[in-house]
């Protein structure tokens, strides 16, 4: 048995949580994913998934950083989990731990020692329902976000990254102004909120724009140069061979999970 389903957030959370995702599957797969740009939060009620790059097997209770690399997963045919993927510079809110912390990994959620946030993940294990666990979940969110001390800073970033997906070639000195921060306040704040700097989370853009022009059919390297904000193709095909492996055209369904919002 394999099914897939995407579940969109409740009103008062989508500001903050893009989707949720769940994936039951009794087949084994392998599958080369690509930096997104959102972290994750992912509960195995069964096998989790192995990552041959990092040589580890993801906790059954994992939380997925921001990071500028592909990587594989890997199911040996016993799957089943739930993924909440937030907007890119939210999930610091819940969590209470800067995701600075996890940056170019996946660390098991209860490392962070956070009690709220460990039993939520034992609701969800003990639950038989899908959307019951989804029910959980929200709760928890909501709960969380009632409390939450830097609401004005998530917004200002949340704001840039709006203007950075629209126009990716801005540089960090512009979109600090649009931030009415210093270069260096505003290095500090996205980092803080986002888990990467501004420059480096700049080329996760770029990166996923490209795909998401891949996805609508537009094949000519300049074109995609020029609408993503690369200097010229060269460019873009090192950048892109550096988030994905391979150059744009070597892609055979390609998806901007960035871009795209599932439905």
Known sequence: MTGLSVIKPCAPLQPYVRYYWVLDSRKPFHILTFP???PQIIFHKRT?????ELSVSQAVFTISGQVNFPAHIVAGGDTEMIVAVFQPHTIGLFID??????????ISGYDIENKS?????????????TAQ??????????????????????????????????????????L??????STKQFGRVFNNHVGMMPKE?????????????????????????????YSDPSHLIREFRQFS???????????????????
């Open 97 to 106: 731990t800067p995701p600075s912390a996890f940056y170019n990994s996946e």
């Open 48 to 52: 989790p998934l192995y990552i041959p």
């Open 201 to 229: 989370y700049a080329r996760i853009v770029r990166f996923q724009k490209a795909l998401w022009l891949l996805q609508r059919h537009t094949r000519n390297y300049a074109d995609l140069a020029y609408a993503c904000g």
């Open 117 to 129: 946030l460990s039993a939520l993940a034992a609701q969800v294990f003990d639950c038989e329902d």
């Open 176 to 181: 600090a102004n649009a931030a009415c921060l």
């Open 36 to 38: 997104i740009g959102c």
């Open 245 to 263: 492996g391979v150059v744009p055209s070597a892609i055979p369904h390609p998806y901007s999970d960035l871009y795209t919002t599932p439905a």
């Open 133 to 174: 666990c989804i029910y959980h979940i929200e709760h928890w969110l909501l709960s969380k976000l009632s409390r939450c001390p830097d609401i004005f800073n998530t917004e200002r970033i949340g704001n840039v990254i709006n203007l950075l997906k629209s126009t990716p070639s801005l540089s960090v000195h512009e």
